[in-house]
């Protein structure tokens, strides 16, 4: 039994938390620690009044502050510390957990919140000139850190959620398993639902608002491609969803993909939308709404994204309201004993199951399962070596049963669809 200690406590926080709280032979104590410490102790009430076999405790920190960060390792004395906060405060929780010796969890790459920031803003048009992709949010912040944890007899685990996350997990499970060599990979993220709302997004409005708007990039023969923002369109029939518009975005497993995964001569992601959210989108975007910068209003300054945040829904609303599927997985093609060969790996998942079982949509329980599962991973010794690592590079077996156990099986197609 070990102790975990969780940093933020929003959608994701909540289903990762619960399932780290039916997982008490591995979690033997969690203490729940973000910003409004209030969402963390209803958690623990909820959580209590089910029934747990884990001590929960809580407390309230910001992340954005090292020094705070370490006062709290170091009163908590966890072994691993997931961090479910936002990915702007992955590099101060990643040096918290150096300073004090303990191992680091995340599900999605840093993000800098102040894209106007000059010092960021250097290395950040030298990474555009250098790898010719426009997102960001890219890997190079955190692989940084390989070398201090290395040293430090550390491991972090880097974006263990679904997509980074299990997408990853499918990649290396399909190369063990079905493979000698994969030469392309088609990451298809679909969601079916529908939470009747005419615009709302299903995990932090800010951060998936700068993903989605982004200009769109593939990795091909060795080089990016980038692309307009919603440039290329395909549409394909999902298992459990059925047939939908699904658009090619910039996605963080991509770029890790490239590099673990020898002789892959071409990764793409898509997600599905709908024309009502890209309308909307689109709309808030020209008038500004999807801006970063502060502006002043009335004598104070508003950044336009947060308080866009504000206006809509709460992610974690959502829940009751939506019904229909998710389908998430990989499409590979390759050879294996010299025979081509065409494979999908998938999981369905139902926001309606999801809600009864967790109180949330499918979005966060497919985040925050897996990242209860790359945790138990490290406090159980399986996927522990020192530095910094994305998932693909782990034997997948164990992850891939922690799956079908804790609430998303998932299914192979050997004779799939292909994308164009
Ligand atoms: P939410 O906005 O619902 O929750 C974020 C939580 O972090 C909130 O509790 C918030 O506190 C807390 N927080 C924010 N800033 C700080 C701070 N400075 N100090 C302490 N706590 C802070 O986000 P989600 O749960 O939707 O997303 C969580 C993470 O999961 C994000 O990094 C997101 O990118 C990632 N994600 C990954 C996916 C994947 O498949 N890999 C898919 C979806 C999300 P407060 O309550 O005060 O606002």
């Known amino acids: 039994m070990g102790k975990v200690l969780v940093i933020g ?48 405790t809580t407390r309230k920190v910001d992340a954005d502050n090292v020094e705070e960060l370490k006062a709290l390792i170091n009163e908590v004395k966890p072994d691993v510390v997931l961090n479910l906060a936002l990915p702007y405060q992955d590099l101060t929780i990643m040096d918290a957990c150096l300073a004090c010796g303990v191992h680091y969890v995340d599900t999605a790459n840093y993000e800098c919140e102040d894209t106007n920031d000059p010092e960021w803003r250097k290395t950040y048009e030298a990474r555009c000139k250098e790898k010719g992709f426009t997102a960001y949010f890219d890997y190079s912040w955190q692989w940084a850190y390989k070398k201090r944890y290395e040293e430090a007899g550390l491991t972090a685990i880097l974006g263990t959620g ?23 990979i088609d990451i298809l993220d679909c969601n079916g639902g529908d939470h009747g709302y005419p615009f709302a997004t299903n995990f932090n409005p800010e951060i998936n608002l700068r993903e989605v708007s982004a200009n769109g990039s593939y990795w091909e023969n ?49 997600m599905t939308f709908g024309q009502s959210y890209l309308t909307h989108m689109k709309c808030l975007e020209n008038v500004g709404m999807l801006g970063t910068e502060p502006v002043e209003f009335n004598g104070q300054e508003i950044v336009p ?116």
């Open 9 to 56: 406590c929003g959608g994701v926080a909540g289903v990762a938390i619960q399932k780290c709280a039916a997982n008490a032979e591995v979690f033997g104590e969690i203490c729940i620690a973000s910003r409004t410490v209030s969402k963390c102790d209803d958690l623990k009430a909820a959580i209590e009044a089910k029934g747990t076999k884990a001590k929960i």
């Open 162 to 184: 679904f997509d980074p996350g299990v997408t990853s997990v499918f990649t290396a499970y399909a190369l063990k398993h079905y493979f000698d060599e994969i030469h392309t």
């Open 222 to 270: 060795g080089k990016w491609v980038e692309t307009e923002p919603m440039e290329i369109k395909r549409v394909y029939n999902f298992d459990g969803v059925g047939e939908k518009d699904m658009y090619l975005l910039h996605h963080e497993e991509i770029e890790s993909l490239a590099q673990n995964i020898p002789g892959v001569k071409r990764i793409r992601f898509f």
């Open 305 to 420: 994204i947060q308080f866009l945040r504000r206006l809509l829904p709460d992610p974690a609303s959502l829940g009751p309201r939506t019904v229909g599927k998710t389908n998430i997985g990989c499409i590979f093609t390759g050879v294996k004993d010299g025979k081509e060969k065409h494979v999908y790996i998938y999981n369905v998942c139902d926001h309606q199951e999801c809600y009864k079982e967790v109180g949330s949509q499918a979005i966060s329980y497919t985040t925050g399962v897996p990242a209860m599962i790359g945790t138990a991973m490290l406090m159980q010794g399986l996927w522990k070596k020192p530095g910094v690592f994305t998932v693909e590079e782990f034997d997948p077996d164990p992850y891939m049963d922690m799956l079908n156990k804790w609430g998303l099986p998932w299914q192979v197609d050997e004779n799939p669809v292909l994308v164009d």
